[in-house]
Structure formats: C-alpha cells, structure tokens
C-alpha cells in the first residue's frame, strides 16, 4: 500500500507564501490524478488542487490564481506553492488521488495569522 508523506506546512502572515511538498513511496502520481485536499477545523476535506496526467491543472475558486500545483514523477514529488495566503487557508493539508483513496498520510498543518 502507498504511503504519503507531507511536509512545508506551518505558520505564516496573511500575504505570505508556503511551498507543500507529497512523497510517495512508490510510483503513484504517474498514472492517475492527484490532488492536494484540505480540512479546516471543523469542515469537512475538500479537494483545492490537481493534476492530471496530461499535467494540466485545476483549481479550486478561492485558491485560483494563489495556489500553483505541480509535480516531479521520477522523484515521486507533488508539491503546492500557495502564495497571498489568507486566514481562511488556515487547515491541514493532505495529498491524495483523484478521486481520493484509502491511502491518507498525516497531513501538514497550515496556520495563517492576519
């Protein structure tokens, strides 16, 4: 079974920028969707990113034009620049397949303070 690790989370003002990174332990993002997800305290998980195989992108409209999606499949790496950041982005982050599968990792907290 695959495993997920993510890291990059933290603490940042409003207007600041983080850099998320996902390893998998094996050659998950090759061939299907994948996403980054995020809960926000009492929310439930919500997809805001992903990329297709073809390497194009989606976006969830609150992070359109912040969040930047992308990824390096020999190094099994999918990562989420998240620029302007706002309170509201404030939740843990995770990264899965699209549609999502059994395989969560732990997440990486994500904090902004205004």
């Known amino acids: 079974q695959v495993q997920l690790v993510e890291s990059g989370g933290g603490s940042a003002q409003a207007g600041g920028s983080l850099t998320l990174s996902c390893v998998a332990s094996?050659?998950?993002?090759?061939?299907?969707?994948v996403g980054w997800y995020r809960q926000r305290p009492g929310k439930e998980r919500q997809l805001v990113a992903r990329?297709?195989?073809?390497?194009?992108?989606m976006y969830e409209e609150s992070v359109e034009d912040r969040f930047i999606i992308s990824r390096d499949i020999g190094e099994k790496v999918v990562y989420l620049q998240m620029n302007n950041l706002r309170p509201e982005d404030t939740a843990v982050y995770y990264c899965n397949s699209v549609p999502y599968s059994s395989n969560w990792g732990q997440g990486t907290q994500v904090t902004v303070s205004s």
């Open positions: 990329i297709f195989v073809t390497g194009g992108t």
């Open positions: 094996e050659d998950f993002f090759r061939l299907q969707t």
